[in-house]
């Protein structure tokens, strides 16, 4: 097998799955009917008129977000409905909303935080932190969410790179996380507190509650422009140490309209998205992009369950869903009898991202949720959606689908060192069907705009005025685009190219196996083998019998490249955002020090 025709290849192009297609009256109903016109007539220049603007001149994130739908018709509409883990429901209209982030803001610039500055928001899921958010972006700050979850060491790092003037947070996360290292992050000027003081004596700010209390109810949102830094996201962390990826106010635009297409949103839709506000998935499509198309925005301040789940997809009627694979692949182990009282009646549309999407999962949906998973593609530098199954297209099971409007994407031939080769400063696209790195052309506007304090880096993301995403994939002949590794965990297996998607999402597909990892370990004939760790679902005992039934079945389904070690796992390394850390799987099996594990650093 060689890189023109990968693992897929032998399955039938697509995982020998069947696509699944959509009613007619489905398709009428979705935002994109007509994905090749729409591709063919779409100019993010045209699309620009969506935008609201500042009413005296300017673009802000937050005035798209919250204060253009307070001062229309959809003022009193709920833009959050809180779900505390104790229970019970808290809900902020969009004139709620309004009002509280213009406090916040007063608030800043009462305590010395200047336009530019950085605020970093480490927060649970609860109303202060989509306040604070948007409060900071009123007053011209550059903000960084922090993952709440996240040690004392990730946060240290965190607020050490962005320089950060400010941090908001609450008095338990700053005794546990913040105490330890705040000697170590002199630039922090400023912590506000946002459940009150405790003793918490050193607190510039002692008790924003009555700040806030006080503060002036109007603000009038620093004019910021289109260029100008909104927010600086953290990468995942799952390849090296994390990067702080530097995002600008027109970034808004591209969550606008990708949510409009890539998650068939409108205004009026009850909508979860499940990822941590945290984590750019959470902020761009948790809080931001819901908020400007006038949606009911969900947050869920308790952990995964998956009982607390259904209840909460059927008794808050949520109509569009956005998740991650790792917590599909979960409820699927929760079994396929749903708990009673389920009601998924409302719910229009499933997607899902950050890792790959296996077809099972896809057709497990589709057959108990009545609906199937539509995966999409993106990364934290891209700021918002790049490539995704559409509500009125064809579902291709494991496929990631199509780029949407306004996206230019393509797979380029690779190099000797497994990413796009680069001579004479040109680069050549892949023919379909053979594995390229995904690149995009630069333009839209939510393309990252450094990495912060990095500038070498973000310069090699460029070539022949592509960005390298650094991801490979296949694009087929109608242009899908299947997923087939990170450029740096693809195993060359005696001459073959093996991604380890293809092989994890070929185990799964056994019914005693609920998540699988798979790396390349050395081995002097063939260079690598391939080897696969595997999580069994609940019911199943690790055992010889098993052991040899899925090696077999392996085997039938990958030929060559099947794994020629499986060992059974009782849990494996995911990042603090859900994805399988395969460098990890491969420095224990390997020995090696494990490198940068801060992102697995957890809540102490
Ligand atoms: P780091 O860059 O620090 O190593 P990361 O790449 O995991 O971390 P993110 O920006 O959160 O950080 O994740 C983007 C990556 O997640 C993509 O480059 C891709 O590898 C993976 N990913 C996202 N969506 C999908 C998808 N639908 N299918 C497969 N992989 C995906
Ligand atoms: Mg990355």
């Known amino acids: 097998m060689t890189d023109t025709a990968p693992v897929g290849a032998t399955t039938g192009g697509a995982f020998g799955w069947t696509p699944i297609d959509k009613p007619q009256a489905e398709q009428a109903r979705a935002n994109l009917i007509d994905y090749d016109r ?32 307070a001062e229309g018709p959809a003022a009193d509409r709920p833009a959050l409905r809180w779900l505390p883990a104790t229970g019970g429901e808290v809900v902020l209209t969009y004139a709620d909303l309004a009002v509280a982030t213009n406090r916040f803001a007063n608030v800043l610039r009462g305590m010395g935080i200047r336009r530019g500055e950085r605020v970093c928001v480490l927060l649970g899921r609860t109303p202060e932190l989509y306040i604070a958010v948007l409060g900071a972006l009123k007053a011209g700050c550059v903000v960084s969410p922090l993952f ?19 941090l908001v947070t609450s008095t338990a996360l700053y005794r546990k996380k913040v105490a330890p290292i705040r000697d170590a992050v002199p630039a922090l000027r400023t912590v506000l507190i946002t459940d009150g003081l405790g003793e918490t004596g050193e607190m ?9 209390a006080v503060a002036d109810a109007e603000f009038p949102i620093v004019r910021t422009y289109a260029d100008d830094a909104a927010l600086m996201h953290f990468t995942s962390g799952t390849t090296g140490k994390p990067k702080g990826a530097l995002h600008v106010h027109g970034a808004v635009l591209a969550h606008r309209v990708t949510a409009r297409y890539a998650l068939d949103l409108r205004a009026g839709d009850i909508f979860w998205c499940t990822a941590d506000p945290g984590w750019v998935t959470g902020m761009s499509y948790g809080v931001i992009a819901p908020l400007c198309l006038g949606a009911t925005v969900i947050s869920d301040e308790a952990e995964f369950d998956a009982r607390r ?27 396929d009898r749903l708990p009673e009282e389920t009601d998924l009646s409302a719910l229009r549309f499933i997607t899902s991202v950050g890792e790959p999407l296996n077809p099972e999962v896809v057709v497990w949906s589709e057959r108990v949720l009545g609906r199937p998973v539509h995966d999409n593609w993106w990364q934290t530098e891209t700021g918002a959606i790049m490539i995704a199954n559409l509500a009125a297209a064809q579902v291709r099971p494991g496929s990631m689908g199509r780029p949407l409007p306004g996206i230019e994407a393509t797979t380029l031939r690779r190099g000797p060192d497994g990413r796009a080769a680069v001579v004479d400063g040109a680069v050549r696209p892949a023919e379909p069907g053979e594995v390229g790195e995904l ?14 304090g990095e500038s070498e880096r973000y310069a090699r993301c460029f070539a022949g005025s592509w960005y390298l995403s650094g991801d490979l994939a296949r694009r087929d ?50 260079g690598e083998l391939v ?56 420095a224990r099996e390997l020995g090696l020090p494990e490198g940068d594990t801060s992102t697995l650093e957890g809540p102490s």
């Open 38 to 69: 729409t591709c063919r007539e779409f100019s993010w220049e045209k699309a620009r008129s969506e935008l609201a603007g500042l009413p005296h001149g300017g673009l802000n994130i937050a005035y798209e977000a919250v204060d253009r739908h």
């Open 148 to 166: 709440s979850a996240f040690g004392p060491e990730p946060v240290r790092q965190r607020l050490e790179i962005s320089a950060a003037a400010a």
């Open 204 to 212: 510039f700010a002692d008790d924003l509650a009555a700040a806030m």
């Open 309 to 335: 789940w259904y209840d909460i997809l059927t008794t808050q009627q949520v109509s569009v869903w956005y998740t991650a694979p790792t917590a599909l692949r979960m409820l699927m182990r929760y079994g």
């Open 439 to 452: 690149a995009l052309r630069p333009g839209w506007p939510s393309m990252f705009r450094a990495y912060w």
């Open 477 to 526: 002949a109608d242009g899908y685009y299947w997923f087939v590794g990170r450029a740096d965990d693809v195993i060359k297996s005696a001459g073959h190219l093996v991604g380890p998607f293809e092989v994890e999402s070929a185990l799964m597909r056994h019914p005693a196996v609920a998540e699988a990892g798979v790396i390349g370990t050395p081995d002097p004939v063939a």
């Open 531 to 586: 080897k696969a760790f595997v999580l069994l679902r609940p019911g199943y005992q690790a055992s010889e019998e098993l052991l040899a039934e899925l090696t077999v079945f392996g085997r039938k389904a990958l030929g060559a490249v099947a794994p020629k070690q499986i060992e059974f796992t009782e849990g494996l390394p995911h990042t603090r955002s859900g994805k399988v850390m395969r460098r990890l799987l491969k």
